[in-house]
């Protein structure tokens, strides 16, 4: 069973670097064709994409967040981070890892709640 974990500060200062990481569980990042996103959701708002990196490393991002997002793996660990720089309180969000593949988005992380404030 594949399994996905968030893991990163509650509490992020304005200005501030959100950084957020992503344990993988049940597969390999590596494994072919999947890509392994990352994925928001702010208060009473729906979902927002933010960018992906895929099985042989490369990366993809909102166009909209693209020079404020990196996304990052370590193979060894089987992680994958999302850093989001110069935040603001619009980046208080639910973030969520997940795995695509051909069948969509599946399965997500539980989501760890991400707030900006001073």
């Known amino acids: 069973q594949v399994r996905l974990q968030e893991s990163g500060p509650g509490l992020v200062k304005p200005s501030q670097t959100l950084s957020l990481t992503c344990t993988v569980s049940?597969?390999?990042?590596?494994?072919?064709?999947?890509?392994w996103s990352w994925v928001r959701q702010p208060p009473g708002k729906g979902l927002e994409w933010i960018g992906y990196?895929?099985?042989?490393?490369?990366?993809y991002y909102s166009p909209s967040l693209k020079s404020r997002t990196s996304i990052s793996r370590e193979t060894s660990e089987n992680q994958f981070t999302l850093e989001l720089t110069s935040v603001t309180p619009e980046d208080t969000a639910l973030y969520y890892c997940?795995?695509?593949?051909?069948?969509?988005?599946?399965?997500w992380g539980q989501g760890t709640l991400v707030t900006v404030s001073a």
């Open positions: 997940a795995r695509e593949g051909s069948q969509g988005f599946a399965p």
């Open positions: 990196i895929s099985y042989n490393g490369n990366t």
């Open positions: 049940g597969d390999s990042i590596t494994s072919n064709y999947y890509y």
